[in-house]
Antibody, heavy 121, light 108 residues
Framework: EVQLLESGGNLVQPGGSLRLSCTAS????????MSWVRQAPGKGLEWVSAISGSGATTYYADSVKGRLTISRDNSKNTLYLQMNSLRAEDTAVYYCARRFRELTSDAFDFWGQGTMVTVTS | DIQMTQSPSSLSASVGDRVTITCRAS??????LNWYQQKPGKAPKLLIY???TLQSGVPSRFSGSGSGTDFTLTISSLQPEDFATYHC??????????FGQGTKLEIK
């Protein structure tokens, strides 16, 4: 059974840092690209960042470029999101999601339960 | 960047109704369009990918159509468990995704 379990969410002051983790099980982690998606309270979903299966290639939304860094440790089946220079607008539930890809399809087929990040003074 | 616009933002309907939600892309995305269902306090769940392919285990009352810039999600006969928020997502730009703003489906 595929499982994704996020951790690391917390209350942090503006300008502070936090590292989120997503531990995967039930599939060959290194075979799949992964993403972080966030949802601010009462708002829609916002894709944040993605990383290839090997970890060699990363992608970021413009809103987080230069402040958030995605990485992975395939030996530990774990995805990370290092969050620096946090702002109030980064307050959200952060989900990790597995990329599912077919010939002409590309979607997120499994999601974690989410971890809450609150940026406030 | 590709922008995704859903309509309506919210919708009231009754059990048994047929419901349609639309999603428009700011440029052609072929059929790289996915639909997710999200219930309060829960993670999103993949319903439809590639504009029209039903994810395994999703009831057949859900269907998707469209290509290019205009897409629809249809629920043929609403069930009580279908009241949720629905999100569209483009995946045309490799590993650079965008979501619509969501459509909240409420009980009338």
């Amino acid at each position: 059974e595929v499982q994704l379990l996020e951790s690391g969410g917390n209350l942090v002051q503006p300008g502070g840092s936090l590292r989120l983790s997503c531990t995967a099980s039930g599939f060959t982690f290194s075979n799949y690209a992964m993403s972080w998606v966030r949802q601010a309270p009462g708002k829609g979903l916002e894709w944040v960042s993605a990383i290839s299966g090997s970890g060699a290639t990363t992608y970021y939304a413009d809103s987080v470029k230069g402040r958030l860094t995605i990485s992975r440790d395939n030996s530990k089946n774990t995805l990370y999101l290092q969050m620096n220079s946090l702002r109030a607008e980064d307050t959200a539930v952060y989900y990790c999601a597995r990329r599912f890809r077919e010939l002409t399809s590309d979607a997120f087929d499994f999601w974690g339960q989410g971890t809450m990040v609150t940026v406030t003074s | 960047d590709i922008q995704m616009t859903q309509s309506p933002s919210s919708l009231s309907a009754s059990v048994g109704d047929r419901v349609t939600i639309t999603c428009r892309a700011s440029q052609s995305i072929s059929n790289y369009l996915n639909w997710y269902q999200q219930k309060p306090g829960k993670a999103p769940k993949l319903l439809i990918y590639g504009a029209s392919t039903l994810q395994s285990g999703v009831p057949s009352r859900f269907s998707g159509s469209g290509s290019g810039t205009d897409f629809t999600l249809t629920i043929s006969s609403l069930q009580p468990e279908d009241f949720a928020t629905y999100h569209c997502q483009q995946s045309y730009s490799t590993l650079m995704y965008t979501f619509g703003q969501g459509t909240k489906l409420e009980i009338k």
